[in-house]
């Protein structure tokens, strides 16, 4: 069974540092791997999609890396703001098809920004 | 702008008694899910719909129904709901291709 571990489960820093998040797996048969942004009592925001066949995305002051060989997976975020503060959440994909049934979730990492 | 909408946002119920959550989708997606989270557990997949008349149990099952007559919506009933089944909801939809996953606002649900 897939079983994603993400460290730390907090992690509390000075605005306008770079910070990275680390995602685990213990299967690295996976499909795709998926990070999302959780803000307090709202819903889950796609942040970056990385296909198994690909070792990076990067969107703006975010960038997400793959490595399936060692199970690992990092979200790197470039000059921390206030704003960044949100619990970070990674899942992988086992599956080719266009369900949720491969889908398997990190219990994310709860991220502070201090201002 | 396509969204995802859940109703209620908030809901207190008692012990026996049967709930309905909705999720309306305007993106026009074939796939639909719902989640709970809790503290410790994280993210746990209830029920999936592939499409219209098309449903699926996910990892946590039991005690859920849901049904699927159109594109749009896939309601979430909990037939007896149980102290057990506090939580908070998350619905959720995706293209065809199954890539990005786009989740609605949420439902805390207490059971007393």
């Known amino acids: 069974k897939q079983e994603v571990t993400q460290i730390p489960a907090a992690l509390s820093v000075p605005e306008g540092e770079n910070l990275v998040l680390n995602c685990s797996f213990t299967d690295s048969a996976i499909y795709n791997l998926q990070w999302f942004r959780q803000d307090p009592g709202k819903g889950l925001t796609s942040l970056l999609l990385i296909q198994s066949s690909q070792r990076e995305q990067t969107s703006g002051r975010l960038n997400a890396s793959l490595d399936k060989s060692s199970g690992r997976s990092t979200l790197y975020i470039a000059a921390s703001q206030p704003g960044d503060s949100a619990t970070y959440l990674c899942?992988?994909?086992?599956?080719?098809?266009?369900?949720?049934?491969?889908?398997?979730f990190g219990k994310g990492t709860h991220l502070i920004i201090q201002p | 702008d396509a969204e995802i909408t859940q109703s209620p946002r908030h809901k207190i119920t008692e012990t026996g008694r049967q709930v309905t959550l909705a999720c309306h989708q305007t993106?026009?997606?074939?796939?639909m899910f719902w989640y709970r989270q809790d503290l410790g557990h994280g993210l746990r997949l209830i029920h999936y719909?592939?499409?219209?008349?098309?449903?699926n149990k996910g990892e946590v099952s039991d005690g859920y129904s849901v049904s699927r007559s159109n594109t749009e919506d896939l309601p979430l009933t909990l037939e007896s709901a149980a102290s057990s089944q506090t939580s908070v909801y998350f619905c959720?939809?995706?293209?065809?291709?199954?890539?990005?996953?786009?989740f609605g606002p949420g439902t805390r649900l207490t059971v007393t």
């Open positions: 899942a992988v994909k086992v599956s080719s098809g266009g369900g949720a049934d491969g889908l398997t």
């Open positions: 719909s592939y499409g219209v008349q098309d449903t």
């Open positions: 993106w026009n997606h074939n796939n």
């Open positions: 959720a939809s995706s293209g065809t291709s199954g890539r990005v996953l786009y």
